[in-house]
């Protein structure tokens, strides 16, 4: 078993301990680590955290934030859940930085099974104030959350529904103090609904990496030159995409464009790489990542 496979006990009186575990309602008597430890150590942190079953616009929401993070040195924590969770972890390491998955179960057996478990093994880490042969139970997530919350600046909620546990995690943030972002969704859909409430409630507008690397006192550090793939859309249907996935239908009643035109201008960004097609006639905007491929 390699050392990244071996789970560490850590108290308060430990060097590893995180600070801002120490200031907190309810704090841990201890954690287990598993994974790379240096990944605990002072530094920026960002929580993301949303749904279970997001929308595909939350989930590139999720991973476009996690990238930006990622690739100005933010540490991105989240919850190691299925949907929103998962992008954010995913996108965190796709871009070359830090994760740290916090679980509400024991390391040994993160939960749920992922094709993430050795790459978090080897780049990130697993985080947990049970046992590391604990089975997930449903009161641990609850405070599990204040973890989540307890170990970042901000807490950014990408998609929620109504009664959502990512909402338990927004409440910790608040009562520790920390920023709570909340990004606006479709009026008309239940996934929207948790971050409009918090945005009635106080929670911060969130649009833009930029605004919440701006709080953490970072500035974007993109590449100089820019391809042209990547420059801003240059037409109506391209920039309906902008942090959307639709399709053509509905690129058509929002642009006011005949359908037939629409379609066109997708099959011709297709081609020049800067449109990708997903499931059920879909269209998005291709991602950095993917231009450099």
Known sequence: MELADLPLHIRPASQHWPEELRT???????????GQVEVLAPAKRVALVGSRSPTPYGEAQARRFARALAENGVVVVSGYARGIDQAAHRAALEAGGRTIAVLGNGVARPWPECELL???????????????????????FPLRNRLI????????????AHASGSLITARWAADQGREVFALPGRVDHPMARGCHRLLREGARLLEDPEEVLADLGLGSQAPEAISQAERAPDSLVLAELRGETLTADELSRRTHRPLTSVIVELVEAEMAGRVARTPGGLFR?????????
Do not use: Q, Y
């Open 24 to 34: 907190i309602d309810a704090p841990p008597e201890s954690l287990w680590l598993r």
């Open 118 to 140: 050795p790459r978090i093994l080897a780049e990130g880490l697993f985080l947990s104030e049970h046992a590391p042969e604990e089975a997930p139970r449903p009161h641990h």
């Open 149 to 160: 919350s307890a170990l970042s600046s901000a807490v950014l909620v990408i998609e929620a």
């Open 285 to 293: 905007l291709r991602e950095r990542s993917e231009l450099s491929e």
